[in-house]
């Protein structure tokens, strides 16, 4: 890896390039790969990510069989946030949901750095404020909206995080993402297709029209959205 390289994560950037030379130097370069489990829930925690491109999303377990999305994170971010809290499993199972590349280092080499940062720190409690109100508010969406409203905010969501306007997506992941079933979650992006917003063919979807599906998601994402921008 090359420390002297500006790194493609916000949280990371926010430090002094002193002080993330010295952190580089404990890190890994590796790569996210569509679908690749990164922690099941109640598993230890033996490494935090740093995504610097593509998504991880977190999946509370209903049952063995069904699980409910309740938060993403991109390069904004981080997972193994439980680590910082003082906990050293994961509660919800973490899943790769779009493909690119993650800095790693171990819990123990990530406490020692935010004892030894207090901008590290400061930098993490901000980004898990932002991820808070993203998990409660995807709660009060669920509950409350229409699906094609939550889909349009999830693919908002999503495009804002993979910077780019094509990406996979299986029909099985958006049916536990929205907590419908898939016959549903085949409307809702047929609704989208026909509106012309979206194209979307054998789990390889598309952005056509973003401002159309700003005007068509619920108010949560513009909520959501201004927490992701001040992590």
């Not at 130097?25 to 489990?37: N, R």
């Not at 349009?152 to 029909?171: A, G, V």
């Amino acid at each position: 890896m090359n420390e002297n390289q500006k790194p493609h994560n916000r949280l990371l950037a926010a430090i002094p390039k002193s002080e993330f030379k010295l952190l580089s130097g404990k890190m890994e370069s590796v790569p996210l790969v569509f679908g690749e489990p990164i922690y099941a829930a109640g598993e230890a925690i033996k490494q935090i990510y740093f995504p610097e491109s593509g998504i991880i999303s977190l999946l509370s377990e209903v049952d063995k069989d069904s699980t409910l999305e309740v938060g993403i994170v991109g390069s904004e971010g981080l997972t193994g946030v439980s680590v910082f809290l003082g906990v050293g499993t994961s509660p919800n199972r973490a899943v790769v949901q779009g493909a690119g590349t993650a800095r790693t280092m171990s819990p123990r080499s990530f406490l020692a750095a935010c004892r030894s940062s207090e901008k590290l720190s400061q930098t993490v409690r901000r980004f898990i404020h932002s991820l808070l109100t993203q998990i409660s508010q995807s709660a009060v969406c669920n509950r409350y909206h229409l699906i094609d409203d939550r889909l349009s905010r999830w693919l908002l969501m999503t495009h804002d995080r993979m910077r780019s306007d094509e990406f996979e997506i299986t029909q099985d992941f958006l049916s536990n993402m929205l907590g419908v079933r898939r016959e549903a979650v085949n409307k809702a992006a047929g609704d989208l297709q026909r509106r012309g917003l979206i194209s979307y063919k054998r789990g390889h979807l598309t952005v056509i029209y973003r401002a159309g599906l700003e005007a068509a998601a619920c108010p949560c994402y513009k909520l959501i959205r201004q927490q992701y921008d001040s992590a």
